[in-house]
C-alpha cells in the first residue's frame, strides 16, 4: 500500500512539473502554432437530466444528516488460523512462514505440514484477507449547504476531506477544492462482487484526475454513493491531494439513510 501510495504522489507531482512546463512555453509563444493564443470555445448549455437529478436527490445526504463512520475488519482473525494449525499438529516453523507472508500482504501457497487440507486452507486465506465494513459507533453530523442546484459539503468533525466538495443536481458534475471536476457513471454491484459484505447495491461514482501548475494544485481521487436496502447510502472517498504544494492522502467511508 506504501509502494502504490508513493507512486500516485509521484504521477501528481510530474504532472505539476509538466504543467509548468508547457505554461512557461504558453507564456513565451512557443507552446501554440505561430505564437499566437488559443481562442475560446463557447459550449452550448446542456439540458438538465431530470432522472439524474432524482437519482442525486435519493443518494445525497440532506443537510444535517447524521452518518457513522464505517471502518473495516477482516472476517476471520490470523490467531484463528493460527489455533486451528496448532491444534492439528501443524509444522510451527511453516506456519510462521505463512503468517510472515501474510503480514506482508501477500497471499500465501499451502503447504501440507501444516496439518489442515488445501480446501481448508483456502477457506481460512478467504476469510483473513476478505474484509466486511462495520460501524465504528462514531457518527456526524453532515454540514452541508444548497444554492440554486448545487449542493456542497462544508467543515465537520472528523471529515474535513469533504469539505469543499460540491454536486450540480442538474449535471452531476462534482467540484473539488482542489480545483477540478468530473461527470458521474452508473455503478451496479452484485452480491458477488460485494467486497463490503452489505451485499448488492447501486449508484453513481466520480473519478477526479487533474494538475494544475500555477495553483501547484493536483488530485487523484474516486467519491462513490452506494445505495443499500433499508434506504441506507454508503458514502466513500478516497484522495491523494495536493493542495498548495501541500500532499495528503485521505480515506473516508461513512453510512446514512435516505
Known amino acids: 500500500m506504501r509502494a502504490r501510495r508513493d507512486i500516485l504522489i509521484s504521477a501528481l507531482l ?54 457513522q463512520f464505517m471502518q473495516a475488519q477482516t472476517r476471520l482473525s490470523v490467531i484463528d488460523f493460527q489455533q486451528r494449525v496448532t491444534q492439528s499438529g501443524g509444522d510451527l516453523k511453516v506456519l510462521a512462514n505463512v503468517l510472515g507472508q501474510a503480514q506482508q500482504g501477500t497471499i500465501p501457497s499451502y503447504d501440507e505440514r501444516l496439518g489442515i487440507t488445501q480446501a481448508e486452507f483456502q477457506r481460512y486465506l478467504y476469510l483473513i484477507f476478505s474484509k466486511t465494513l462495520e460501524p465504528s459507533g462514531r457518527t456526524v453530523k453532515l454540514a452541508l449547504t444548497r444554492e440554486g442546484s448545487r449542493l456542497s459539503f462544508g467543515d465537520a468533525g472528523g471529515v474535513s ?27 451496479q454491484i452484485s452480491p ?63 453510512m446514512y439513510r435516505r
Do not use: C
Request: no cysteine.
Open 161 to 187: 476531506i469533504l469539505k469543499g466538495l460540491s454536486v450540480d443536481l442538474s449535471s452531476g458534475e462534482l467540484t473539488t477544492v482542489e480545483g477540478f471536476s468530473a461527470r458521474p457513471r452508473s455503478v
Open 14 to 67: 510530474v504532472g505539476v512539473q509538466v504543467g509548468i512546463l508547457l505554461l512557461l512555453l504558453g507564456q513565451s509563444g512557443l507552446g501554440q502554432p505561430g505564437g499566437g493564443q488559443a481562442g475560446a470555445v463557447s459550449v452550448p448549455a446542456t439540458p438538465p437530466d431530470l432522472g439524474l437529478r432524482a437519482r442525486l436527490i435519493a443518494l445525497l445526504p440532506a443537510p444535517g444528516t447524521t452518518a
Open 192 to 254: 458477488a462482487q460485494d467486497a463490503t459484505g452489505m451485499g448488492a447495491s447501486s449508484g453513481l461514482a466520480w473519478d477526479v484526475r487533474g494538475s494544475n501548475p500555477r495553483s501547484q494544485n493536483a488530485l487523484q481521487g474516486h467519491l462513490s454513493l452506494l445505495q443499500y436496502g433499508g434506504g441506507q447510502v454508503l458514502l466513500s472517498y478516497n484522495r491523494v491531494s495536493i493542495l498548495k504544494g501541500r500532499i495528503s492522502e485521505d480515506n473516508l467511508t461513512l
